[in-house]
């Protein structure tokens, strides 16, 4: 699966972005999905999970209550709505995809477990 990740942009503490995570291919319903953000001269951190249908999700604390991932499976997307935005949350954002097949609960909060990665977007938030 390729990914494409869009949507970032230049925002206000406070406001709110949506980014989108394109996926090719007819399997998408078959992976579990992750963004994950890497922040200038920081490591690469977790930030939601989804499993393949969409039931299941998960979040770092960081971002708890003001993040919501989704997706889409008929449209091949995968979306991040982020809401009170603040200038912490200012990174590269970027989307990845584990195969688990269409059953189950499973998603996964390290990177490691990850096998496919999209190019990222930038979200700059500012004070």
């Known amino acids: 699966v390729q990914l494409q990740a869009y949507g970032g942009g230049l925002v206000q503490a406070g406001g709110s972005l949506r980014l989108s995570c394109a996926a090719s291919?007819?399997?998408?319903?078959?992976?579990?999905m992750g963004w994950f953000r890497q922040a200038p001269g920081k490591e690469r951190e977790f930030v939601a999970a989804?499993?393949?249908?969409?039931?299941?999700?998960y979040y770092a604390d960081s971002v708890k209550g003001r993040f919501t991932i989704s997706r889409d499976n008929a449209k091949n997307t995968l979306y991040l709505q982020m809401s009170s935005l603040k200038p912490e949350d200012t990174a590269v954002y970027c989307c990845?995809?584990?195969?688990?097949?269409?059953?189950?609960?499973?998603?996964?909060?390290?990177?490691?477990?990850?096998?496919?990665w999209g190019q990222g977007t930038l979200v700059t938030v500012s004070s």
């Open positions: 990845a995809a584990v195969k688990t097949g269409s059953t189950g609960t499973y998603y996964y909060t390290s990177s490691a477990a990850y096998d496919y």
């Open positions: 291919g007819r399997s998408f319903g078959t992976y579990a």
């Open positions: 989804i499993n393949w249908s969409g039931g299941i999700t």
